[in-house]
């Protein structure tokens, strides 16, 4: 496993101070963002989980804790639409480049709106994905969210 990314390149590149956290990827976890806290021991809440989404057609990032889901109205309504929709696997690997369970919010393909969980605006540390199956970054959720140009704003249920 490489701790090279594309994601950890653009965290980098930013000027973002993190660190990086492998752990044994599990395929077959019934909750891949459940399965990354358990392994690195932390709570659910702070590992964040990297969703692709459609608002009003349109490709967005949700970025939420793993034990959280997405309330799909609070996302198009914190990126400005009226709906929105989980999009495919197979779409959201082609728009960021990378591999389902290894989605990162860093270094995407295509830049698209994101929203981060508000909640986790008040944690002193999260971690997200770094861009690779089995690979965390963990860092400061303020100066993600202004790498990413993200929306602070409640997204779960």
């Known amino acids: 496993m490489s701790n090279q ?33 358990d392994a690195l021991g932390e709570a659910p809440h702070r590992v964040l989980k990297t969703l692709m ?13 793993s034990d959280g889901e997405v309330a799909m109205k609070k996302l198009a309504a914190a990126l400005g639409g009226k709906s929105a929709e989980m999009m495919a696997p197979a779409d959201a690997e082609r728009l960021t480049g990378y591999k389902v369970g290894g989605i990162s919010p860093f270094g995407q393909k295509r830049r698209v709106p994101m929203a981060i969980e508000e909640a986790a605006m008040g944690e002193d540390l ?8 089995g690979l965390q970054v963990r860092l400061d959720p303020r100066e993600a969210a202004r790498l990413l140009e993200a929306v602070a704003a409640p997204l779960t249920r």
């Open 5 to 37: 990314t594309q994601a950890t390149r653009a965290l980098a590149k930013g000027g973002v101070a993190f660190t990086v956290h492998a752990y044994d990827y599990d395929p077959g976890a019934e909750r891949v963002g459940l399965q990354a806290a």
């Open 53 to 65: 989404a459609r608002v009003d057609g349109r490709p967005v990032c949700a970025i939420v804790p």
């Open 126 to 133: 999260v971690y997200i994905n770094g861009g690779q199956r």
